[in-house]
């Protein structure tokens, strides 16, 4: 097999770093199975000031919530998590990427009940450009409304970023990709529009930014929050409410938000123009506001950024 090339040195397991290849599981491991894991996706920037996490101790919280609905016990708090990351992005030399924590149900029971299965937690990092593509930033994407609906309230917690949710994901976007689409974006069982398979999704209608409430069918993205922030920073009213489809085909713009895709507008729904079919202001002026902040390149106010104390480059040759 040769190198993939999210491959680095290093992966933290349970408290200590392993070399990549050795962050192994066994075929039994309950999460092979039954997708019995959470997860989370973050962003590290290199900024002018050094590289930075976007939201770290946000997402970090939102992974010890999604162990909580599963009853996982994660042995470990934010801060020691957020410790831990800082030190894999240093050890690896990455100092813009992508972060993956993921605990896992390893092995031990077999049957539904993960109780006899250990909790294993582990951190890694690559490095990933923009995930719908080099142009998609600019350009924007060509999305589909998907066939494959998103679970009802209750069935699976969308709240949580669960591994097996991402069957569903999975369903969406091969569709999508199947029929030419960059993206899909999936209803829920009312038939309000949900979110994209791994991105929420944003609409602009006459100068209002709308998005779905969070209803139980979808994840609460934190690029979502941090666009709904900045919307009222910037004054433009925003909305969180219920999105019938048909509204997909009449915005004036729409926008995917998501760690890895960022802010990506979205040119064509089923074929059909957003607007005049290319990235529209407010999605412009948002995607500025978001990029700029991400990559330390204006004010943060906020304390979104979370610096990651980098060793001074060894000086060679000074006496
Ligand atoms: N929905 C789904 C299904 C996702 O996988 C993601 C990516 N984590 C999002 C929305 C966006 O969430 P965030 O902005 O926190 O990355």
């Not at 991402?166 to 309000?192: F, T």
């Not at 994209?196 to 979808?218: H, I, K, W, Y």
């Not at 934190?222 to 219920?242: P, S």
Request: glycine residues 10%; negative net charge.
């Amino acid at each position: 097999m040769s190198a993939p090339d999210f491959r680095t040195d290093w992966i933290w397991r349970d408290g200590s770093f392993v070399p990549w290849q050795d962050a192994n599981l066994h075929v039994m491991s309950h999460v092979v199975h039954y997708g019995s894991s959470v997860f989370e996706g973050i962003r590290c920037y290199d900024t002018p000031r050094g590289p930075a996490v976007f939201r770290l101790d946000d997402h970090l919280r939102r992974l010890v919530e999604s162990a909580r609905i599963y009853q996982m016990a994660l042995p470990y708090d934010v801060a020691a998590l957020a410790d831990a990351t800082r030190e894999l992005l240093r050890r690896n030399g990455l100092r813009e990427g992508y972060i993956r924590p993921l605990v896992i149900r390893g092995l031990g029971a077999l049957g539904l009940n993960p109780a006899a299965s250990p909790v294993e937690t582990f951190l890694m990092c690559w490095p990933w450009g923009r995930y719908l593509g080099a142009e998609a930033l600019e350009q924007g994407v060509d999305a589909c409304v998907a066939s494959w609906f998103r679970p009802a309230p209750n069935t699976f917690p969308a709240l949580a970023k669960a591994g097996g949710n991402y069957l569903n994901s999975q369903l969406v976007k091969m569709e999508a990709a199947r029929n030419g689409y960059a993206e899909g974006i999936a209803v829920g069982p009312a038939g309000l529009v949900s979110e994209g398979s791994g991105q929420n999704v944003f609409l602009v209608r006459g100068g209002v930014v709308f998005t779905p409430e969070v209803d139980g069918t979808m994840l609460e993205g934190i690029t979502r929050d941090t666009v709904i922030r900045l919307c009222r920073d910037m004054g433009i009213e925003v909305r969180e409410t219920k999105v019938p489809r048909e509204m997909l085909y009449t915005a004036d713009e729409v926008f995917f938000t998501g760690t890895a895709a960022e802010i990506t507008p979205v040119r064509s729904v089923d074929r059909t123009p957003v607007g005049a079919g290319t990235a529209g202001p407010v999605t412009r002026a948002l995607q500025d506001a978001y990029l700029s902040v991400v990559r330390g390149m204006s004010a943060d106010p906020w304390g979104w950024l979370d610096p990651v104390p980098w060793p001074e480059p060894e000086k060679v040759g000074v006496a």
